[in-house]
């Protein structure tokens, strides 16, 4: 398989939802195809009957292994021979069962090293939940399958806007006891170096937001700014990262503010998600950072209510694609100085020379 093919794995998601739509809606375009080497983690025939319906005509290839993907092709992994009722716009446990056989098979290739970066379409986190699933969503599944026991970080980002959070899918009721000191510097921590190797920003700027309205007004609306988030943010500075604030978010995003940063961190899901999606339209991407696997997906859910109407918009699905490609290619340069160990046993060749000169010269 040519190397500079990135091979892209992509879970079809629930299958009443609008999944294969935006997936085949994307590979109608042939030239995507000279950049990837695209894998479908899901069923031929589920995805032959959303062709149909859909009146679409993007060729796919059947294969039964990752390892038979051919170049230039959209294949298509059958991932169960099951039959699957098909209800477009409507939950089901069929459907989520559906979507969690395609995201296990996904993650076990992974493991195998059969594809390179990992593109999710939407599920329905309820119906999903079952035996081998008790997540709130993917990201933490990810997390738990190929994290290595390595920390996610969900980022919602377009060209100019990147939003962390430190809690994602929390109740509101329970996000002010989520947000710790601890709980800010490792995200912030990760968020710093995914800016670095993720998007090649040598010296980020970390924006962090408040949790209470007006910054808490110096305690009246709250505490959390005075004894949590600026001795984090402290911290951060003490530790080399670039983070201000805290900021009250209504009046960050209403000024623009954040086009001054490289990145923005959210105390909580819609806090960040909310202005995000406003200002993003239809081109923001989802990435977990922090894993070893390079994961993305678009910045939409199943869109049930135009299932099957064939009005969906692709481009945040063909954006989390190039951005998962371009993140890929951005680690390889990032690591590849690393990993040349010759400068450093150079280096330490040439001490233990210089030791062994001044020694003798001393000696005389």
């Known amino acids: 398989m040519n190397e500079q093919l990135i091979r892209v794995a992509i879970t079809h998601g629930d299958t009443n939802g609008i999944g294969y739509e935006v997936i085949l809606k994307t590979f109608a375009d042939p030239a995507i195809l000279?950049?990837?080497?695209?894998?479908?983690?899901?069923?031929?025939?589920?995805?032959?009957?959303?062709?149909?319906?859909?009146?679409?005509?993007?060729?796919?290839?059947?294969?039964?292994?990752?390892?038979?993907?051919?170049?230039?092709?959209?294949?298509?992994?059958?991932?169960?021979?099951?039959?699957?009722?098909?209800?477009?716009?409507?939950?089901?446990?069929?459907?989520?069962?559906?979507?969690?056989?395609?995201?296990?098979?996904?993650?076990?290739?992974?493991?195998?090293?059969?594809?390179?970066?990992?593109?999710?379409?939407?599920i329905n986190k309820s119906t999903i939940q079952g035996d081998g699933f008790h997540f709130p969503g993917h990201t933490e599944y990810v997390e738990t399958s190929v994290g290595n026991g390595q920390k996610s970080l969900m980022i919602l980002m377009n060209d100019v806007l990147k939003v962390a959070l430190v809690t994602t899918h929390l109740p509101i009721k329970d996000v002010a006891s989520a947000i710790t000191k601890e709980a800010i510097i490792e995200k912030a921590t990760i968020f710093h170096q995914s800016l670095r190797r993720d998007f090649r920003v040598s010296t980020p700027r970390i924006a962090i937001l408040s949790l209470n309205p007006h910054s808490g007004d110096n305690g009246l609306l709250g505490t959390e700014e005075q004894s949590i988030l600026t001795p984090a943010?402290?911290?951060?500075?003490?530790?080399?990262?670039?983070?201000?604030?805290?900021?009250?978010?209504?009046?960050?995003?209403?000024?623009?503010?954040?086009?001054?940063?490289?990145?923005?961190?959210?105390?909580?899901?819609?806090?960040?998600?909310?202005?995000?999606?406003t200002i993003a339209?239809?081109?923001?991407?989802?990435?977990?950072?922090?894993?070893p696997i390079v994961r993305t997906s678009p910045?939409?859910?199943?869109?049930?209510?135009?299932?099957?109407?064939?009005?969906?918009?692709?481009?945040?699905?063909?954006q989390a694609i190039f951005t998962a490609i371009?993140?890929?290619?951005?680690?390889?340069?990032?690591?590849?100085?690393?990993?040349?160990?010759?400068?450093?046993?150079f280096h330490e060749k040439r001490e233990d020379g210089d030791k062994a000169r001044f020694t003798k010269q001393h000696e005389k």
Do not use: W
């Not at 479908?40 to 390892?67: C, D, M, Q, W």
């Not at 979507?99 to 390179?116: E, G, S, W």
């Not at 890929?328 to 400068?343: A, C, F, G, M, V």
């Open 233 to 277: 943010i402290e911290e951060l500075e003490q530790k080399g990262i670039h983070a201000f604030g805290p900021f009250a978010a209504d009046g960050f995003f209403g000024t623009r503010a954040y086009t001054a940063f490289d990145g923005v961190l959210a105390m909580y899901h819609d806090q960040g998600l909310t202005p995000f999606k």
């Open 34 to 122: 000279e950049l990837c080497t695209p894998i479908i983690y899901g069923s031929p025939k589920v995805a032959a009957y959303h062709r149909k319906t859909l009146g679409l005509e993007t060729n796919f290839t059947i294969i039964n292994k990752a390892e038979e993907a051919h170049e230039g092709k959209l294949n298509v992994l059958t991932c169960f021979d099951d039959e699957v009722k098909i209800e477009l716009g409507q939950p089901s446990a069929e459907a989520g069962q559906a979507a969690l056989k395609a995201l296990d098979r996904a993650m076990t290739d992974y493991r195998k090293d059969l594809f390179d970066v990992l593109v999710t379409a939407p």
């Open 299 to 318: 910045d939409h859910g199943t869109a049930y209510d135009i299932a099957g109407k064939g009005c969906a918009d692709e481009n945040s699905f063909r």
């Open 326 to 345: 371009d993140i890929y290619r951005n680690r390889k340069q990032y690591d590849q100085p690393l990993s040349n160990p010759l400068p450093k046993l």
């Open 281 to 291: 339209l239809e081109n923001g991407v989802n990435y977990t950072a922090g894993l």
